[in-house]
């Protein structure tokens, strides 16, 4: 049986239901590699652990440049979009459901979910939305400070630069987003 892992984090609840994206970087391994990647990244670019929107602007951009560049992201970057609904948790769920289904290619998997900022009684609530949907979650974890972790940090970047580019961004945003789509380095789970 294979196991799945995944950082979770989301941005647009301040739009109040007009636009929210949930970004998940999902992999089969113990993820400590792309951990290191992203902290040399990190270092590399400037950004350091700053989440999205609290990075200098070129620092971040430099970042996703190096993430998309790395061949050891591709197919773990993905992103859900989600308009006209408050309902945050059932769509988050939603989202990391259909990314472990079409992770685990149909086979057998046991999945672990960190999801940035979520208490204690949401992981329970998660769990038993996960059991109900047929979705095989051993254990979800809410991560209490995005700047612990780099995973968690990377899905930060992956659903603010989503964000920006769907609320129109300048055009080096959209050609990187355009770029990363088409070599396979962050794909779209549909909403």
Same mark, same amino acid.
């Given at each position: 049986?294979?196991?799945?892992?995944?950082?979770?984090?989301?941005?647009?609840?301040?739009?109040?239901?007009?636009?929210?994206?949930?970004?998940?970087?999902?992999?089969?391994?113990?993820? $400590?590699? &792309?951990?290191?990647?992203?902290?040399?990244?990190?270092? $590399?670019?400037?950004?350091?652990?700053?989440?999205? +929107?609290?990075? $200098?602007?070129?620092?971040? !951009?430099?970042?996703?440049?190096?993430?998309?560049?790395?061949?050891?992201?591709?197919?773990?970057?993905?992103?859900?979009?989600? =308009?006209?609904?408050?309902?945050?948790?059932? #769509?988050? #769920?939603?989202?990391?459901?259909?990314? *472990? *289904?079409?992770?685990?290619?149909?086979?057998?998997?046991?999945?672990?979910? =960190?999801?940035?900022?979520?208490?204690?009684?949401? @992981?329970?609530?998660?769990?038993?939305?996960?059991?109900?949907?047929? #979705?095989?979650? =051993?254990?979800?974890?809410?991560?209490?400070?995005?700047? !612990? !972790?780099?995973?968690?940090?990377?899905?930060?970047?992956?659903?603010?630069?989503?964000?920006?580019?769907? @609320?129109?961004? +300048?055009?080096?945003?959209?050609?990187?987003?355009?770029?990363?789509?088409?070599?396979?380095? &962050?794909?779209?789970?549909? +909403?």
């Amino acid at each position: 049986m294979q196991k799945l892992t995944c950082f979770v984090d989301e941005s647009g609840q301040d739009t109040k239901g007009q636009l929210f994206v949930v970004a998940i970087v999902i992999f089969r391994d113990d993820g $400590e590699a &792309l951990s290191s990647a992203c902290e040399q990244f990190e270092q $590399e670019s400037g950004k350091g652990k700053f989440k999205w +929107g609290k990075a $200098e602007y070129r620092r971040r !951009n430099e970042y996703l440049r190096r993430v998309f560049a790395c061949k050891s992201f591709e197919g773990y970057l993905r992103y859900a979009v989600f =308009h006209q609904t408050t309902d945050y948790d059932r #769509v988050t #769920v939603q989202a990391i459901g259909r990314a *472990l *289904l079409d992770q685990s290619a149909g086979q057998p998997y046991r999945a672990i979910v =960190h999801v940035d900022g979520l208490s204690r009684t949401k @992981e329970r609530e998660y769990t038993r939305e996960f059991r109900k949907r047929g #979705v095989r979650v =051993h254990k979800v974890r809410g991560v209490a400070k995005d700047e !612990n !972790n780099a995973l968690t940090r990377l899905a930060d970047a992956i659903a603010g630069f989503v964000r920006d580019v769907l @609320e129109g961004a +300048g055009d080096e945003l959209q050609t990187m987003f355009t770029e990363a789509r088409r070599a396979g380095m &962050l794909s779209e789970i549909p +909403g």
